[in-house]
């Protein structure tokens, strides 16, 4: 673990050190690959001028808001599908059809019914994260030991009983690692939706920052902006599943 | 004993897509209260069907299962089952919410309520006679094979059914830990009023514990001997008795 960290740090130094002889060196113009000096102070202006703090804290409220509804629906069509195998039919033919469609395929279209702002960024949101999600519980739901449906009857559990205390906590391995796909698919869809969605009173997200900045040439803010968005994917992926799943299903010797 | 537990004419079979397997075929049987009894045959026989009819996990196709004269429909509180897998645990769960879990479902089922504090001691208590009171706080993957049963052996007892019914819950563990734990469910049985259907293949264990056997063939499942055990417990495996029982058997199956 920790020399995985080492290893990331020592090329990550490498990496920046090639990168910042290039800009040096003068083989290409300033404008078009800025140094690295340049992209720390854009990076520190935005973050000290509060305009990159506020991109950030509304591209995290939308994608908390969007992985929430999303959550709350997978698990409502998964347990749903468990118990009925007519909805299982209906759920699993809606996911075949929406898994494969990629998100920005339907901009256009939700632009037209819902316009551009939150609730346009909320929806691709949504079907990015909602497919997956939902594939991966029913997989978890259905691939319990056949054991614990005979220890609920036998200890004569109801559906809801059976449901908190056996069905999700035995497939919470599952439940996780389908959040870390719909993490990283809301990330990308969100930045995506950022940019063609725009803004409603300045604020945008990290995504219509990064845009922003492309409209005035502004190459140190464009990389400042993509630095932050993969210092924020690393931080999630890195540390808040990994503590999760350190409290939860490693903990339990369910995930090695 | 008057008879307690009945089995009557229970047939059961199998469709494959070739054929049809008849797993258990006129099952007649009585089983007394708070008798310790073990059903012994080689894999195959109908044995763990037979103790999944009585449990009330799957159904005859004919032939009824009564308690006290009544029928039974479905499994229930009265019957609880101890497996021999090691998932019966629930791996999210400490080994002292494991047996609170039975302490809960009881209650209730009795419509009975009890105080966080009473569901702790009473899981206490049952984790105490399966001596696992100090690994309580312990999570199941952090336990040996046979203390994870000893575990799941407290549950079970922690559901307070009248009867156990046990599919080879000693089948997984090595011998040394299988000779403690038969020692271990014969001392609980003596101790506790609870009435034993014990699933076997091993001849040894059946004369070790319990008081009838029953024995079985297999290709059709059938009864083809029913044995009394009189040997006195605590029962010695190296005695003569012990060993002539023993040879008996092996020569009817």
Redesign the interface.
Known sequence: MKSKYKQRFFWGMILSLIWQLTAVSGIFSEMIFPGLDQILIALFESLKDGTLIKQIGFSLSVIAQGLFLATITALILSLTAYFSSYAAGLIDTLTALAHPLPGIALMPLILIWFGSGKTAILIVIIHSVLWPLVLNLSTGFNSIPDIYTLIAKNYRLNKLEFMYKILIPASLPYFISGLKIAWARSWRALISAEMLFGAINSLGGLGWYIFQKRVFFDLPGVFAGIIVIILIGIAVEDFIFEKLEAKTVKKWGMLK | MRSYLELKNVNKSFETEKEKKIALKDINLEIKENEFLTILGPSGCGKSTLLKII???SKTDRGQLLKKGEELA????D???L?Q?F??L????KVIDNVE??VK?AA??KNKSLSPAQIKEKAHKYLTEVKLAEYQNY????LSGGMKQRAALARTLA?EAEIMLMDEPFGSVDSQTRQELQQLLVQLWQEEERTIIFVTHDIREAVFLSQRIVLMKNEPGEVINIIENKLPYPRIRSSRDFNQLFEKLQSQL
Do not use: C, T, V
């Not at chain 2, 999570?139 to 952090?142: A, G, K, M, S």
């Open positions: 449990a009330g996990f479905g499994a229930g509180l019957r609880i089952m497996f897998d998932e019966q629930f791996s999210w769960q879990f039975a479902a209730k089922n999570y199941p993957h952090q559901a």
